[in-house]
């Protein structure tokens, strides 16, 4: 799919121009509104007998109209709300529509949409997600579902600099969601921790960032033992990726961002049951994310400097693998014993936020499938975040607010950091306790945040992929991107 931004000119033809239909409801009462006048004309009949609505998603397609060198018109309900998410999903019901019909060229009037330029933004964010499809290892493509030859021109009497401005920074922000999506569909076998660093450094190119990659000697030599501790049972090196972004003086304080890059976790000794175990290639979205919102705030050429760390590596059962009651010592010197191979992403974070807190940030943030417990309390809907920071957890709610991405503030207190002490070494990996497991995962993670950086962990398990149910921009399987957008948001607050 391409798509541009330009000024509305009279004559200009496509197979199919898209006009909004809004709502504005007064008490019971709600009146429908198509906003482009001699469409709202032509179509004025199907307003009356309700077959538009406005209704926010809601498509009507009029075939033949043959309107001022238009074939069809699609009217896109866009409901009663300027809210961004509300623009978000009718893009991408406008794009699933066209993508649905044998077109190649399509008019949106942009002007037809409630809000201002930031409405454009979110348009054009929908439209591009829901783009986003993953068969790159079919033989054969999926031809009906083709959008490659879609050209889609949103077109505006003002195409003015705020316009273009948002319109620009959606292309960016939504195409890096999808460059971290397809790094989360591809399957273990085609995503391993080395390929994940490569690909990490070929993303890079063509932006101020700059890629570290450490291999399994060097993890071992940087006294990283959660991270090389996990990465003994895998036959594949594990990597510790390092991105680092200069976009503001050499003396400001960096924003640093976590990311678990777990490439599969069957479990390790502890082994996970059979049904859903597939499912684990996902395992390593927090990665995968916290990469796609690196790329997007250097092309966004945001002034803060960021660091990404992603510690890498499968999580397997072979000969030299770890088992339940060994110890290793993380990079901050704490010890602790693994009681259940399972709880292995903890582990790993360790050695990255141990190193996170040496580049002293002014914040640091972390992604990760952390917990199947997560899944049981928020379901697929909210990202649960966890932070003891009070004005942090606000800059969070904001910034969550602007990206249209769903959190919900989790507790974290002392005694849920009482029930992960070990018996034999500081700390144990499962909890002692009963319940709370996102929690217990929350407090294991702080031991190794150095004290007064402001610090927040996402446990993504139930967001990172599936949400398509609940969202439209989402594949009903597949990886969602989570937290990308509100990752950039929060970003912006430093700069
Ligand atoms: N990657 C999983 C968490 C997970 C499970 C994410 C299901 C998404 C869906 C993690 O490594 C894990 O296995 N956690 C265990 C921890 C337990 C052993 C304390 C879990 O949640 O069962
Ligand atoms: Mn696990
Ligand atoms: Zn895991």
Redesign the pocket.
């Known amino acids: 799919m391409k798509i541009e931004l330009k000024k509305s000119q009279n004559g200009a033809s496509a197979d199919v121009m898209v006009v909004f239909a809004s709502q504005t409801k007064k008490g019971k009462d709600t009146t429908t509104k198509i906003s482009h006048t001699e469409i709202s004309k032509m179509l004025g009949g199907s307003v009356a007998d309700k077959s538009i609505t406005g209704k926010a998603k809601e498509t009507v397609l009029f075939r033949e109209m043959n309107y001022a060198g238009v074939r069809h018109v699609l009217v896109v309900g866009a409901g009663s709300s300027s809210d961004s998410e509300t623009i978000r999903q009718a893009g991408a019901a406008a794009q699933k529509a066209l993508a649905g019909l044998k077109i190649t060229t399509a008019m949106v009037d942009v002007d037809g949409l409630p809000g201002g330029a930031s409405s454009v933004g979110a348009l054009t964010e929908g439209m591009i997600l829901a783009s986003y499809k993953f068969d790159e290892l079919k033989s054969k493509k999926d031809d009906k579902k083709e959008t490659k030859e879609l050209a889609i021109s949103l077109v505006s009497k003002k195409a003015d600099a705020a316009q273009k401005k948002a319109f620009e920074q959606a292309v960016i922000l939504a195409e890096t969601v999808n460059f971290s999506r397809r790094l989360g569909d591809m399957p273990g076998n085609l995503m391993t921790p080395t390929i994940l660093a490569n690909s990490a450094v070929e993303a890079v190119k063509g932006t101020k960032i700059k890629v570290t990659v450490w291999d399994r000697a060097r993890i071992k030599k940087e006294n990283m033992g959660g991270l090389y501790g996990v990465a003994q049972g895998s036959d594949q090196e594990p990597r510790f990726i390092i991105m680092e972004y200069k976009g503001a003086a050499a003396s400001k304080k960096p924003v640093v961002f976590v990311g678990k890059g777990?490439t599969f976790?069957c479990?390790g000794v502890?082994i996970?049951p059979g049904a859903g175990m597939e499912?684990?290639k996902y395992?390593m979205c927090g990665g995968a994310n916290v990469i796609g919102a690196m790329l997007a705030i250097a092309k966004l050429k945001l002034k803060v400097n960021v660091y990404a760390l992603i510690p890498s590596t499968e999580?397997m059962v072979n000969g030299s693998a770890t088992k339940p009651g060994d110890v290793h010592v993380a990079r901050n010197g704490k010890s602790f014993e693994i009681n259940?191979t399972?709880?292995?992403?903890r582990l790993i974070l360790s050695d990255a936020l141990s190193y996170g807190s040496e580049l002293k940030p002014q914040l640091m943030v972390d992604a990760a499938?952390?917990?199947?417990?997560m899944?049981v309390a928020l379901g697929n809907i909210h990202t649960g975040f966890f932070t003891r920071d009070q004005k942090l957890a606000g800059k969070i709610e904001r910034a969550a607010q602007a990206s249209g991405e769903l959190v919900w503030g989790m507790p974290l207190v002392d005694h849920h950091a009482e029930d992960m002490k070990g018996t034999y070494a500081d700390l144990s990996n499962?909890?002692s306790g009963k319940g709370a497991?996102s929690a217990t995962?929350a407090a294991f993670l702080e031991q190794f945040v150095d004290e007064g950086i402001p610090w927040a962990h996402f446990d993504i398990?139930g967001t990172a992929w599936s949400v398509g149910n609940r969202l439209n921009y989402c594949s009903a399987k597949g990886a969602s991107g989570a937290m990308v957008r509100t990752f950039v948001e929060l970003a912006k607050q430093y700069e």
């Open positions: 777990l976790d479990g502890s996970k499912e684990m395992d999580n259940n399972d709880a292995e992403g499938t952390l917990t199947g417990a899944v499962i909890s497991g995962a398990a």
